[in-house]
């Protein structure tokens, strides 16, 4: 089938001179022959170096709780050392995930795995522990990426069960460090 995607910017938020914007968007993913609407996909971004351009200082919109317990699940799924070249497929062609030297030039020692690998690897875990991999009680999950992963590192969600959903985090095992955070996930 074929699917069209429409998206839209639904807000802005000036973070102060140095500071950055944020962005907020919505992306409606629609059935191209039925009119049907799949799914909607919201997104905030963060725009380095483009605040203090005189917009509004919020409303800021707040991530969801992370719960000060043990979590009650946990998975571990290891990255490859050549996943980024595989996630190239995407059309995803940034040479940040290749090249040494344009990392190095964006302030990462080593080329950086794919937003979309460390979501995949996350939904996964969420899948998998969750669901017993049932897509269809699969209903939705946000989330925040707080670091990059590197190609081959090993990423651990940390599951908390809540009604309707769990709260979760990842991090990378190598590096004790939390690269998705203040995540949500429900049950359709």
């Not at 020692?109 to 996964?124: E, K, N, Q, S």
């Not at 699969?138 to 908390?160: A, K, N, Q, Y």
């Not at 959903?165 to 990378?172: E, I, L, N, Q």
Request: hydrophobic fraction near 35%; aromatic fraction near 8%; charged fraction near 25%.
């Amino acid at each position: 089938g074929e699917i069209i995607g429409r998206s839209r910017v639904t807000g802005l938020v000036d973070r102060g001179e140095g500071k950055g914007a944020l962005m907020y968007s919505e992306r409606e993913v629609i059935d191209a022959k039925t009119g049907e609407k799949l799914a909607t996909l919201t997104s905030t971004s963060f725009l380095r170096g483009d605040g203090g351009f005189g917009g509004p200082s919020g409303p800021v919109r707040q991530p969801h709780p992370e719960p000060e317990r043990a979590p009650d699940l946990t998975l571990d799924l290891a990255t490859r050392p050549e996943q980024a070249l595989i996630y190239r497929l995407n059309s995803d062609l940034n040479p940040l995930h290749i090249d040494p030297q344009v990392a190095k030039a964006a302030g990462f020692p080593r080329p950086i795995l794919h937003g979309l690998c460390t979501f995949g690897t996350v939904c996964h875990a969420l899948l998998r522990s969750l669901c017993d991999y049932d897509t269809a009680r699969f209903g939705r999950m946000d989330l925040r990426f707080s670091s990059p992963v590197f190609p081959g590192e090993t990423i651990r969600t940390e599951i908390w069960r809540e009604e309707g959903g769990a709260a979760f985090r990842a991090r990378v095992v190598e590096r004790d460090k939390v690269v998705v955070s203040n995540g949500l996930f429900r049950f359709a």
